[in-house]
Protein backbone atom coordinates (compact mmCIF):
# COMPACT_ATOMS: atom_id res chain seq x y z
CA UNK A 1 0.00 0.00 0.00
CA UNK A 2 3.22 2.32 1.18
CA UNK A 3 4.40 1.67 -2.52
CA UNK A 4 1.28 2.87 -4.20
CA UNK A 5 1.06 5.92 -2.51
CA UNK A 6 5.01 6.53 -3.64
CA UNK A 7 4.29 5.69 -7.01
CA UNK A 8 0.90 7.69 -7.22
CA UNK A 9 2.85 10.69 -5.74
CA UNK A 10 5.54 10.27 -8.51
CA UNK A 11 2.96 10.79 -10.63
CA UNK A 12 1.31 13.39 -9.07
CA UNK A 13 4.78 15.43 -9.04
CA UNK A 14 6.32 14.84 -12.92
CA UNK A 15 2.83 15.64 -13.65
CA UNK A 16 2.98 18.81 -12.07
CA UNK A 17 6.56 19.60 -13.36
CA UNK A 18 6.59 18.68 -16.79
CA UNK A 19 9.39 21.16 -17.72
CA UNK A 20 10.06 18.91 -21.20
CA UNK A 21 14.14 19.15 -19.87
CA UNK A 22 15.29 16.76 -17.65
CA UNK A 23 14.04 16.59 -13.87
CA UNK A 24 14.86 14.38 -10.85
CA UNK A 25 12.22 13.39 -8.97
CA UNK A 26 13.00 13.59 -5.01
CA UNK A 27 9.78 11.88 -4.07
CA UNK A 28 10.73 8.95 -4.45
CA UNK A 29 14.30 7.02 -2.92
CA UNK A 30 17.45 6.47 -5.10
CA UNK A 31 16.54 4.11 -7.10
CA UNK A 32 17.76 5.63 -10.28
CA UNK A 33 19.94 8.79 -9.93
CA UNK A 34 20.57 10.89 -12.57
CA UNK A 35 24.11 10.87 -14.32
CA UNK A 36 26.51 14.38 -14.13
CA UNK A 37 29.08 15.66 -15.05
CA UNK A 38 30.70 18.36 -12.96
CA UNK A 39 33.66 19.79 -15.21
CA UNK A 40 36.39 21.63 -13.25
CA UNK A 41 35.84 24.92 -13.62
CA UNK A 42 38.50 26.88 -15.40
CA UNK A 43 40.73 29.15 -13.97
CA UNK A 44 41.06 32.69 -16.02
CA UNK A 45 44.77 32.82 -15.57
CA UNK A 46 44.33 36.62 -15.52
CA UNK A 47 43.73 35.77 -12.23
CA UNK A 48 45.46 37.62 -9.16
CA UNK A 49 47.78 35.21 -6.70
CA UNK A 50 46.12 34.58 -3.33
CA UNK A 51 47.57 33.71 -0.19
CA UNK A 52 44.98 31.70 0.95
CA UNK A 53 45.18 28.56 -1.91
CA UNK A 54 46.66 27.84 -5.11
CA UNK A 55 44.23 29.68 -7.23
CA UNK A 56 44.59 27.26 -10.29
CA UNK A 57 43.22 24.42 -8.06
CA UNK A 58 40.29 26.46 -6.93
CA UNK A 59 38.50 25.27 -10.08
CA UNK A 60 38.54 21.82 -9.36
CA UNK A 61 38.33 22.11 -5.71
CA UNK A 62 34.84 24.04 -5.91
CA UNK A 63 33.59 20.73 -8.53
CA UNK A 64 35.16 18.07 -6.06
CA UNK A 65 32.61 20.32 -3.30
CA UNK A 66 29.19 20.13 -5.91
CA UNK A 67 30.39 16.67 -6.69
CA UNK A 68 30.13 15.71 -3.19
CA UNK A 69 26.82 17.81 -2.48
CA UNK A 70 25.20 16.10 -5.64
CA UNK A 71 26.23 12.64 -4.29
CA UNK A 72 25.01 13.23 -0.46
CA UNK A 73 21.49 13.46 -1.89
CA UNK A 74 21.30 10.15 -3.15
CA UNK A 75 19.54 11.44 -6.30
CA UNK A 76 22.32 12.01 -8.34
CA UNK A 77 25.32 9.99 -9.88
CA UNK A 78 28.41 12.32 -10.61
CA UNK A 79 30.54 10.65 -13.01
CA UNK A 80 34.85 10.30 -12.95
CA UNK A 81 36.36 12.89 -14.46
CA UNK A 82 39.14 11.17 -15.65
CA UNK A 83 36.55 10.12 -19.05
CA UNK A 84 35.58 13.93 -19.17
CA UNK A 85 36.26 14.65 -23.36
CA UNK A 86 36.26 18.40 -22.88
CA UNK A 87 38.60 21.25 -21.35
CA UNK A 88 36.93 23.10 -18.87
CA UNK A 89 36.92 26.31 -20.59
CA UNK A 90 35.44 24.66 -24.00
CA UNK A 91 32.74 23.03 -22.39
CA UNK A 92 31.28 25.89 -20.66
CA UNK A 93 31.55 27.87 -24.13
CA UNK A 94 29.41 25.69 -25.85
CA UNK A 95 29.61 21.63 -25.13
CA UNK A 96 29.85 19.11 -27.68
CA UNK A 97 26.86 17.49 -26.64
CA UNK A 98 27.08 13.92 -28.42
CA UNK A 99 30.69 13.78 -26.64
CA UNK A 100 29.75 14.15 -23.18
CA UNK A 101 26.62 11.65 -24.21
CA UNK A 102 28.96 9.20 -25.02
CA UNK A 103 29.89 8.55 -21.52
CA UNK A 104 26.17 8.24 -20.86
CA UNK A 105 26.00 11.60 -18.82
CA UNK A 106 22.87 13.27 -19.09
CA UNK A 107 23.91 16.76 -17.09
CA UNK A 108 26.47 18.50 -17.69
CA UNK A 109 27.59 21.91 -15.08
CA UNK A 110 30.54 23.78 -16.33
CA UNK A 111 31.97 27.29 -15.11
CA UNK A 112 34.77 29.82 -14.78
CA UNK A 113 36.07 31.91 -12.15
CA UNK A 114 38.24 34.97 -11.90
CA UNK A 115 39.66 36.53 -8.90
CA UNK A 116 40.50 40.09 -9.77
CA UNK A 117 40.86 43.16 -7.22
CA UNK A 118 40.76 40.56 -4.45
CA UNK A 119 36.91 39.54 -5.45
CA UNK A 120 35.96 36.32 -6.82
CA UNK A 121 34.05 36.35 -9.87
CA UNK A 122 32.16 32.97 -10.44
CA UNK A 123 30.08 31.81 -13.98
CA UNK A 124 28.61 28.59 -13.90
CA UNK A 125 26.22 26.78 -16.54
CA UNK A 126 23.91 23.72 -16.41
CA UNK A 127 23.68 21.56 -19.50
CA UNK A 128 20.74 19.46 -20.33
CA UNK A 129 22.79 16.91 -22.71
CA UNK A 130 19.99 15.18 -23.90
CA UNK A 131 18.05 18.16 -25.35
CA UNK A 132 21.14 19.66 -26.02
CA UNK A 133 19.97 22.95 -23.97
CA UNK A 134 21.35 25.90 -21.59
CA UNK A 135 18.85 25.16 -18.30
CA UNK A 136 20.72 27.77 -16.14
CA UNK A 137 23.25 30.01 -16.53
CA UNK A 138 24.23 32.60 -13.49
CA UNK A 139 27.19 34.74 -12.51
CA UNK A 140 27.96 35.97 -9.01
CA UNK A 141 30.52 38.07 -7.50
CA UNK A 142 31.74 37.30 -3.56
CA UNK A 143 35.03 37.59 -1.50
CA UNK A 144 37.78 34.16 -2.30
CA UNK A 145 37.39 32.99 1.57
CA UNK A 146 34.22 32.26 0.78
CA UNK A 147 35.21 30.05 -2.07
CA UNK A 148 33.38 26.63 -0.30
CA UNK A 149 29.97 28.96 0.27
CA UNK A 150 30.02 28.92 -3.88
CA UNK A 151 30.05 25.45 -4.28
CA UNK A 152 27.10 25.53 -2.17
CA UNK A 153 25.48 28.32 -3.80
CA UNK A 154 26.13 26.70 -7.14
CA UNK A 155 24.92 22.93 -6.16
CA UNK A 156 21.73 24.80 -4.79
CA UNK A 157 20.70 26.17 -7.92
CA UNK A 158 21.52 23.17 -9.65
CA UNK A 159 19.44 21.28 -7.51
CA UNK A 160 16.38 23.53 -7.90
CA UNK A 161 16.69 23.73 -11.82
CA UNK A 162 16.57 20.06 -11.40
CA UNK A 163 13.92 19.22 -8.59
CA UNK A 164 11.87 21.94 -8.69
CA UNK A 165 12.29 22.54 -4.80
CA UNK A 166 14.36 25.06 -3.17
CA UNK A 167 18.24 23.47 -2.24
CA UNK A 168 19.79 22.90 1.26
CA UNK A 169 23.55 23.49 0.19
CA UNK A 170 24.47 26.59 1.32
CA UNK A 171 23.75 26.15 5.44
CA UNK A 172 25.23 25.00 8.21
CA UNK A 173 24.61 22.59 11.57
CA UNK A 174 24.60 23.74 15.06
CA UNK A 175 24.92 20.84 17.33
CA UNK A 176 26.68 19.63 20.46
CA UNK A 177 30.13 18.49 20.32
CA UNK A 178 30.94 15.64 22.57
CA UNK A 179 34.53 14.81 24.57
CA UNK A 180 35.33 12.12 27.01
CA UNK A 181 33.93 9.48 29.24
CA UNK A 182 30.27 9.10 29.18
CA UNK A 183 29.84 9.85 32.73
CA UNK A 184 31.69 12.82 32.62
CA UNK A 185 31.05 14.40 28.97
CA UNK A 186 32.29 17.74 28.06
CA UNK A 187 29.55 19.12 25.92
CA UNK A 188 30.09 22.35 23.87
CA UNK A 189 28.62 24.23 21.04
CA UNK A 190 29.71 23.75 17.75
CA UNK A 191 28.52 24.88 14.07
CA UNK A 192 29.93 23.58 10.61
CA UNK A 193 28.93 24.07 7.09
CA UNK A 194 26.28 21.07 6.06
CA UNK A 195 28.87 19.06 4.63
CA UNK A 196 31.43 18.86 7.97
CA UNK A 197 33.74 21.96 6.54
CA UNK A 198 34.71 24.82 8.87
CA UNK A 199 33.48 23.56 12.21
CA UNK A 200 34.12 26.07 14.71
CA UNK A 201 33.76 26.06 18.48
CA UNK A 202 31.08 28.35 20.25
CA UNK A 203 31.30 27.30 23.61
CA UNK A 204 34.66 26.38 25.69
CA UNK A 205 32.82 23.27 27.49
CA UNK A 206 33.47 24.69 31.14
CA UNK A 207 29.37 23.96 31.75
CA UNK A 208 27.09 21.36 29.54
CA UNK A 209 25.28 22.81 26.83
CA UNK A 210 22.48 21.39 25.23
CA UNK A 211 19.82 21.66 22.36
CA UNK A 212 21.26 24.62 20.29
CA UNK A 213 18.18 25.45 17.40
CA UNK A 214 19.40 27.98 14.87
CA UNK A 215 16.77 31.03 14.13
CA UNK A 216 15.40 30.48 10.72
CA UNK A 217 15.57 34.03 9.32
CA UNK A 218 18.82 34.84 11.21
CA UNK A 219 22.33 33.70 12.35
CA UNK A 220 21.06 33.42 16.67
CA UNK A 221 21.47 30.42 18.02
CA UNK A 222 19.04 29.55 21.18
CA UNK A 223 20.51 26.64 23.55
CA UNK A 224 20.31 25.65 27.04
CA UNK A 225 23.41 26.15 29.29
CA UNK A 226 24.37 24.78 33.17
CA UNK A 227 26.48 28.16 33.33
CA UNK A 228 27.14 28.82 37.10
CA UNK A 229 24.76 25.20 37.71
CA UNK A 230 21.35 26.73 36.74
CA UNK A 231 20.21 25.28 33.52
CA UNK A 232 18.64 28.14 31.53
CA UNK A 233 17.63 28.57 27.93
CA UNK A 234 20.34 31.15 26.38
CA UNK A 235 20.24 32.87 23.52
CA UNK A 236 23.67 33.42 21.19
CA UNK A 237 24.89 35.44 18.03
CA UNK A 238 27.37 33.41 16.35
CA UNK A 239 28.61 35.96 14.35
CA UNK A 240 29.23 38.75 17.66
CA UNK A 241 29.39 36.20 20.18
CA UNK A 242 26.97 37.89 22.49
CA UNK A 243 24.95 35.95 24.86
CA UNK A 244 22.35 36.50 27.38
CA UNK A 245 19.30 34.86 29.46
CA UNK A 246 16.07 34.29 27.60
CA UNK A 247 13.78 35.69 30.57
CA UNK A 248 13.59 36.05 34.20
CA UNK A 249 12.78 32.47 35.39
CA UNK A 250 12.99 31.11 38.68
CA UNK A 251 14.19 27.77 37.93
CA UNK A 252 15.03 25.35 34.84
CA UNK A 253 14.31 26.29 31.13
CA UNK A 254 14.84 24.26 28.18
CA UNK A 255 13.73 22.95 25.30
CA UNK A 256 14.14 26.29 23.17
CA UNK A 257 12.86 26.45 19.75
CA UNK A 258 12.05 29.67 17.75
CA UNK A 259 9.02 30.46 16.20
CA UNK A 260 9.24 30.97 12.23
CA UNK A 261 9.46 34.73 11.95
CA UNK A 262 12.10 34.09 14.35
CA UNK A 263 10.35 36.63 16.91
CA UNK A 264 9.77 34.50 19.89
CA UNK A 265 10.96 31.62 21.38
CA UNK A 266 9.10 28.56 22.83
CA UNK A 267 10.63 26.70 25.56
CA UNK A 268 9.21 24.68 29.03
CA UNK A 269 10.01 25.83 32.50
CA UNK A 270 9.95 23.88 35.28
CA UNK A 271 8.80 24.83 39.01
CA UNK A 272 7.78 22.28 41.62
CA UNK A 273 8.14 19.23 39.41
CA UNK A 274 5.85 20.20 36.50
CA UNK A 275 6.96 21.69 33.22
CA UNK A 276 4.74 23.74 31.17
CA UNK A 277 5.48 25.70 27.86
CA UNK A 278 6.16 29.02 27.64
CA UNK A 279 6.64 31.83 25.03
CA UNK A 280 8.91 35.19 25.36
CA UNK A 281 8.90 37.74 22.43
CA UNK A 282 12.06 38.77 21.83
CA UNK A 283 10.79 41.74 21.24
CA UNK A 284 9.14 43.27 24.16
CA UNK A 285 10.32 40.66 26.48
CA UNK A 286 6.90 39.26 27.40
CA UNK A 287 5.92 36.07 28.67
CA UNK A 288 2.87 33.96 27.85
CA UNK A 289 2.52 30.66 29.73
CA UNK A 290 0.70 28.24 26.63
CA UNK A 291 0.00 24.81 28.96
CA UNK A 292 -0.99 24.90 32.35
CA UNK A 293 -0.98 21.22 33.22
CA UNK A 294 0.02 19.07 35.79
CA UNK A 295 1.96 16.37 33.39
CA UNK A 296 5.26 17.38 31.59
CA UNK A 297 4.87 19.05 28.36
CA UNK A 298 7.61 19.80 26.34
CA UNK A 299 9.88 19.61 22.98
CA UNK A 300 7.66 22.47 21.74
CA UNK A 301 7.66 23.78 18.13
CA UNK A 302 5.75 25.70 15.68
CA UNK A 303 4.02 24.96 12.69
CA UNK A 304 5.11 27.24 10.01
CA UNK A 305 2.34 29.67 9.96
CA UNK A 306 2.71 30.24 13.38
CA UNK A 307 -0.59 29.23 14.48
CA UNK A 308 0.06 25.59 15.73
CA UNK A 309 2.07 23.93 18.32
CA UNK A 310 3.35 20.63 18.62
CA UNK A 311 4.51 19.34 21.97
CA UNK A 312 5.19 16.58 23.99
CA UNK A 313 3.29 15.80 27.02
CA UNK A 314 2.99 12.46 29.23
CA UNK A 315 -0.40 13.87 30.89
CA UNK A 316 -2.05 10.60 29.35
CA UNK A 317 0.77 8.75 31.71
CA UNK A 318 2.84 7.78 29.16
CA UNK A 319 4.93 10.45 26.30
CA UNK A 320 2.63 11.31 23.53
CA UNK A 321 2.72 13.91 20.85
CA UNK A 322 0.05 16.58 20.96
CA UNK A 323 -1.22 19.61 18.71
CA UNK A 324 -2.66 23.04 20.13
CA UNK A 325 -3.60 26.32 18.72
CA UNK A 326 -0.53 28.80 19.86
CA UNK A 327 -2.00 30.26 22.36
CA UNK A 328 -2.71 27.21 24.19
CA UNK A 329 -5.96 26.42 23.66
CA UNK A 330 -7.50 23.05 21.47
CA UNK A 331 -5.17 20.60 22.45
CA UNK A 332 -5.64 17.25 20.61
CA UNK A 333 -2.94 14.16 21.25
CA UNK A 334 -2.18 13.03 17.76
CA UNK A 335 -0.55 9.84 18.75
CA UNK A 336 -2.17 6.62 19.48
CA UNK A 337 0.08 3.87 18.31
CA UNK A 338 1.87 1.80 20.69
CA UNK A 339 5.35 2.97 22.32
CA UNK A 340 6.26 5.94 23.07
CA UNK A 341 6.28 9.29 21.07
CA UNK A 342 8.84 12.44 21.63
CA UNK A 343 10.42 15.45 19.69
CA UNK A 344 7.92 16.55 17.70
CA UNK A 345 8.84 19.17 15.01
CA UNK A 346 7.05 20.52 12.23
CA UNK A 347 8.57 20.75 8.60
CA UNK A 348 9.16 24.14 7.38
CA UNK A 349 6.52 22.79 4.39
CA UNK A 350 4.05 22.30 7.17
CA UNK A 351 2.85 18.80 5.81
CA UNK A 352 4.83 16.50 8.18
CA UNK A 353 5.12 16.38 11.71
CA UNK A 354 9.20 14.50 12.46
CA UNK A 355 9.71 12.58 15.36
CA UNK A 356 11.10 10.30 18.12
CA UNK A 357 9.58 6.69 18.58
CA UNK A 358 10.55 4.31 21.57
CA UNK A 359 8.58 0.77 21.41
CA UNK A 360 10.16 -2.20 23.17
CA UNK A 361 13.42 -1.12 23.79
CA UNK A 362 14.27 0.33 20.39
CA UNK A 363 14.15 3.77 18.71
CA UNK A 364 12.61 5.05 15.98
CA UNK A 365 12.84 8.56 13.73
CA UNK A 366 9.39 8.97 11.32
CA UNK A 367 7.32 11.53 10.08
CA UNK A 368 3.33 11.76 10.08
CA UNK A 369 0.83 13.79 8.80
CA UNK A 370 -0.16 16.93 11.37
CA UNK A 371 -3.33 14.93 12.39
CA UNK A 372 -1.17 11.93 13.23
CA UNK A 373 -2.33 10.28 10.43
CA UNK A 374 0.23 8.44 7.77
CA UNK A 375 2.91 7.48 10.20
CA UNK A 376 5.76 6.12 8.24
CA UNK A 377 9.16 5.31 10.40
CA UNK A 378 12.05 5.78 8.56
CA UNK A 379 14.54 4.40 10.48
CA UNK A 380 15.33 1.86 13.72
CA UNK A 381 18.33 1.71 16.00
CA UNK A 382 19.61 1.07 19.64
CA UNK A 383 19.11 4.94 20.54
CA UNK A 384 18.12 7.86 18.57
CA UNK A 385 16.25 11.25 18.64
CA UNK A 386 15.85 14.56 17.91
CA UNK A 387 15.03 15.31 14.02
CA UNK A 388 15.82 18.73 12.94
CA UNK A 389 14.33 19.35 9.27
CA UNK A 390 16.69 20.52 6.17
CA UNK A 391 15.61 23.94 5.39
CA UNK A 392 13.47 22.53 2.28
CA UNK A 393 11.71 20.07 4.43
CA UNK A 394 12.96 16.67 1.87
CA UNK A 395 15.71 15.72 4.83
CA UNK A 396 15.99 14.99 8.55
CA UNK A 397 19.05 15.12 10.44
CA UNK A 398 19.20 13.48 13.80
CA UNK A 399 21.68 11.99 16.58
CA UNK A 400 22.14 8.47 17.10
CA UNK A 401 24.16 6.66 20.11
CA UNK A 402 25.59 3.37 20.08
CA UNK A 403 25.77 0.76 23.05
CA UNK A 404 28.64 0.59 25.16
CA UNK A 405 30.10 -2.41 26.89
CA UNK A 406 29.97 -2.93 30.68
CA UNK A 407 32.45 -0.22 31.53
CA UNK A 408 30.94 2.39 29.18
CA UNK A 409 33.56 1.75 26.44
CA UNK A 410 32.28 2.06 22.81
CA UNK A 411 29.94 4.35 23.21
CA UNK A 412 29.84 6.91 20.39
CA UNK A 413 27.27 9.87 19.03
CA UNK A 414 26.80 10.65 15.82
CA UNK A 415 24.87 12.84 13.57
CA UNK A 416 23.04 11.07 10.60
CA UNK A 417 20.55 12.09 7.93
CA UNK A 418 18.17 10.51 6.22
CA UNK A 419 15.36 11.44 3.48
CA UNK A 420 12.15 11.68 4.95
CA UNK A 421 11.36 8.72 1.35
CA UNK A 422 13.44 6.51 4.42
CA UNK A 423 16.48 5.76 1.77
CA UNK A 424 19.95 7.45 1.72
CA UNK A 425 20.68 7.36 5.18
CA UNK A 426 23.83 8.42 5.84
CA UNK A 427 26.43 9.77 8.74
CA UNK A 428 27.61 13.19 8.68
CA UNK A 429 31.02 13.56 9.42
CA UNK A 430 32.23 15.66 12.57
CA UNK A 431 35.23 16.18 14.14
CA UNK A 432 34.22 14.87 17.71
CA UNK A 433 30.99 13.03 18.66
CA UNK A 434 28.13 15.14 18.19
CA UNK A 435 24.34 15.52 19.32
CA UNK A 436 21.24 17.53 18.80
CA UNK A 437 21.82 18.54 15.55
CA UNK A 438 19.84 21.72 14.19
CA UNK A 439 20.01 22.46 10.32
CA UNK A 440 20.02 26.46 9.51
CA UNK A 441 18.03 27.98 7.06
CA UNK A 442 19.67 28.25 3.53
CA UNK A 443 22.48 31.79 3.94
CA UNK A 444 21.42 32.79 0.66
CA UNK A 445 18.26 32.69 -1.00
CA UNK B 1 33.06 -38.78 67.49
CA UNK B 2 35.27 -38.78 63.85
CA UNK B 3 32.73 -39.83 61.77
CA UNK B 4 30.56 -37.14 63.80
CA UNK B 5 33.02 -34.55 63.06
CA UNK B 6 33.22 -35.90 59.42
CA UNK B 7 29.48 -35.47 59.10
CA UNK B 8 29.89 -32.18 61.12
CA UNK B 9 32.31 -31.07 58.43
CA UNK B 10 30.49 -32.09 55.67
CA UNK B 11 27.12 -30.59 56.83
CA UNK B 12 29.30 -27.21 57.48
CA UNK B 13 30.49 -27.46 53.80
CA UNK B 14 26.81 -28.07 52.23
CA UNK B 15 25.44 -25.79 54.52
CA UNK B 16 28.10 -22.43 53.30
CA UNK B 17 27.47 -23.72 49.84
CA UNK B 18 23.88 -23.46 49.96
CA UNK B 19 24.18 -19.90 51.68
CA UNK B 20 26.97 -19.41 49.12
CA UNK B 21 24.05 -19.90 46.28
CA UNK B 22 21.52 -18.62 48.05
CA UNK B 23 23.58 -15.03 48.31
CA UNK B 24 24.40 -15.31 44.34
CA UNK B 25 20.83 -15.88 43.25
CA UNK B 26 19.29 -13.55 45.95
CA UNK B 27 21.54 -10.49 44.72
CA UNK B 28 21.00 -10.95 41.37
CA UNK B 29 16.78 -11.14 42.24
CA UNK B 30 17.16 -8.42 44.83
CA UNK B 31 18.97 -5.58 42.39
CA UNK B 32 16.02 -4.79 41.26
CA UNK B 33 12.25 -4.92 42.84
CA UNK B 34 9.47 -3.78 40.61
CA UNK B 35 12.20 -2.12 37.94
CA UNK B 36 13.57 0.17 41.16
CA UNK B 37 17.05 0.18 42.08
CA UNK B 38 17.08 -1.85 45.26
CA UNK B 39 21.26 -2.53 45.65
CA UNK B 40 23.72 -0.64 47.44
CA UNK B 41 27.07 -0.70 44.98
CA UNK B 42 26.46 3.22 43.52
CA UNK B 43 24.77 4.55 47.66
CA UNK B 44 27.09 7.31 49.10
CA UNK B 45 26.33 8.10 52.63
CA UNK B 46 25.71 12.10 54.19
CA UNK B 47 26.23 10.59 57.63
CA UNK B 48 26.26 6.96 59.06
CA UNK B 49 23.30 4.92 58.27
CA UNK B 50 21.78 8.02 56.25
CA UNK B 51 22.34 7.00 52.31
CA UNK B 52 22.10 10.03 49.99
CA UNK B 53 19.80 8.19 47.03
CA UNK B 54 17.49 6.99 46.64
CA UNK B 55 15.77 5.03 43.20
CA UNK B 56 13.07 5.29 40.62
CA UNK B 57 10.97 2.64 38.02
CA UNK B 58 11.15 3.78 34.63
CA UNK B 59 9.86 6.91 33.44
CA UNK B 60 8.11 7.39 37.08
CA UNK B 61 8.69 10.02 39.89
CA UNK B 62 6.54 7.61 42.52
CA UNK B 63 8.56 7.20 45.68
CA UNK B 64 9.20 3.79 46.78
CA UNK B 65 8.86 2.53 50.15
CA UNK B 66 12.29 1.80 50.93
CA UNK B 67 12.72 5.51 49.46
CA UNK B 68 10.55 7.05 52.14
CA UNK B 69 12.66 5.28 54.30
CA UNK B 70 16.14 6.83 52.98
CA UNK B 71 14.94 10.10 52.85
CA UNK B 72 13.08 10.08 56.29
CA UNK B 73 16.86 9.48 57.63
CA UNK B 74 17.68 12.62 56.00
CA UNK B 75 15.41 14.85 57.39
CA UNK B 76 16.34 13.30 60.93
CA UNK B 77 19.56 14.35 59.86
CA UNK B 78 18.65 17.75 58.23
CA UNK B 79 16.64 18.32 61.41
CA UNK B 80 20.08 17.94 63.91
CA UNK B 81 22.19 19.53 61.68
CA UNK B 82 20.21 22.89 61.25
CA UNK B 83 22.99 24.50 59.30
CA UNK B 84 23.33 21.98 56.55
CA UNK B 85 21.70 23.16 53.15
CA UNK B 86 21.10 20.71 50.43
CA UNK B 87 21.09 20.11 46.27
CA UNK B 88 18.62 17.34 45.36
CA UNK B 89 20.19 16.13 41.88
CA UNK B 90 17.52 14.71 39.74
CA UNK B 91 18.60 11.91 36.89
CA UNK B 92 17.12 9.59 34.06
CA UNK B 93 18.80 7.00 32.53
CA UNK B 94 19.19 7.23 28.93
CA UNK B 95 16.86 5.75 27.37
CA UNK B 96 14.36 8.65 26.76
CA UNK B 97 14.53 11.57 24.91
CA UNK B 98 16.90 14.62 26.07
CA UNK B 99 13.88 17.15 27.06
CA UNK B 100 11.72 14.81 28.28
CA UNK B 101 13.98 13.17 30.75
CA UNK B 102 15.18 16.97 31.68
CA UNK B 103 11.80 17.71 32.93
CA UNK B 104 11.48 14.13 34.50
CA UNK B 105 14.93 14.75 36.48
CA UNK B 106 12.89 17.72 37.86
CA UNK B 107 10.21 16.23 38.69
CA UNK B 108 12.20 13.37 40.80
CA UNK B 109 14.32 15.80 42.51
CA UNK B 110 11.20 17.65 43.72
CA UNK B 111 9.47 14.66 44.90
CA UNK B 112 12.30 13.77 47.08
CA UNK B 113 12.71 17.93 48.27
CA UNK B 114 8.40 17.40 48.55
CA UNK B 115 8.97 14.70 50.89
CA UNK B 116 12.18 16.00 53.06
CA UNK B 117 9.42 19.07 53.46
CA UNK B 118 6.16 16.74 54.75
CA UNK B 119 9.25 16.17 57.39
CA UNK B 120 9.84 19.14 59.12
CA UNK B 121 12.56 20.11 56.80
CA UNK B 122 12.12 23.88 55.05
CA UNK B 123 12.09 24.19 51.66
CA UNK B 124 14.53 27.26 51.76
CA UNK B 125 16.88 24.61 52.84
CA UNK B 126 17.03 22.43 49.57
CA UNK B 127 17.73 23.46 46.24
CA UNK B 128 17.31 21.47 43.27
CA UNK B 129 18.67 20.73 39.83
CA UNK B 130 17.82 18.49 36.99
CA UNK B 131 20.66 16.38 35.18
CA UNK B 132 17.96 14.80 33.01
CA UNK B 133 20.42 12.27 31.43
CA UNK B 134 23.71 13.63 31.33
CA UNK B 135 25.30 12.35 34.01
CA UNK B 136 24.86 8.48 34.82
CA UNK B 137 26.46 6.85 37.62
CA UNK B 138 27.30 3.81 35.67
CA UNK B 139 28.06 3.99 31.94
CA UNK B 140 26.87 0.94 30.97
CA UNK B 141 24.29 -0.05 28.24
CA UNK B 142 22.42 -3.03 30.72
CA UNK B 143 18.72 -2.60 32.55
CA UNK B 144 21.14 -2.49 35.92
CA UNK B 145 22.93 0.80 34.57
CA UNK B 146 20.20 2.16 33.52
CA UNK B 147 18.12 1.31 37.04
CA UNK B 148 20.99 3.06 39.27
CA UNK B 149 21.08 5.67 36.83
CA UNK B 150 17.42 6.64 37.24
CA UNK B 151 18.08 8.45 41.07
CA UNK B 152 17.54 11.66 42.90
CA UNK B 153 21.07 12.24 44.98
CA UNK B 154 21.06 14.97 47.85
CA UNK B 155 23.99 16.84 48.18
CA UNK B 156 25.38 18.33 50.95
CA UNK B 157 25.84 22.27 49.32
CA UNK B 158 27.55 24.05 52.18
Keep these: MKKILLILSLFLFSYKNAYGLITVDITRGNLDPLPIAVSPLHVDPKSEKLSIFETVKLGGEISKIVERNFKSTGLFNPLKKDAFVQKPDIAHLKPRFEDWRLIK ?9 LIKDKKLKVEFRLWDLTAAKEMVALSFTTTPNNWRRVAHIISDKIYERLT ?25 LAIMDQDGFNTKYLTLGNELVLTPRFNPTNQLVTYLSYFKNMPRVYLLDIETGIQEVVGAFPGMTFAPRFSPDGKKIIMSFAKDGNSDIYSMDLENRVVEQITKHP ?3 TSPSYSPDGKYITFNSDRSGLQQIYVMRSDG ?47 RLLTENFYQEAPSWSPNGRVLIFYRETKSDSKGKGFSAKLWSIDITGYNERRLKTETDASDPSWSSLLSK | ?3 NKAIKNLFIVLFSTLLISACSTAKKSVDTVDDVYTGTETVKYLAKGVPDRVFFATNKSKLTTA ?8 ATWMRKNKNVTVTIEG ?23 DYLM ?15 KERPVNPANSPLAWSQNRRSVTVKAN
Aim: glycine letters at 12%.
Design chain 2, 91 to 113: HADERGTREYNLALGERRANAAK
Design chain 1, 164 to 188: GESGYFDTRIAYVSETGPKNQRIKK
Design chain 1, 295 to 297: SID
Design chain 2, 118 to 132: TYGVSGKRIAVISYG
Design chain 1, 329 to 375: TQVKRITHGAGLYGTPVWSPRGDLIAFTKVRKGRFYIGVMRSDGSGE
Design chain 2, 67 to 74: SRDTLRKQ
Design chain 1, 105 to 113: AQALVTGKI
Design chain 2, 1 to 3: MRF
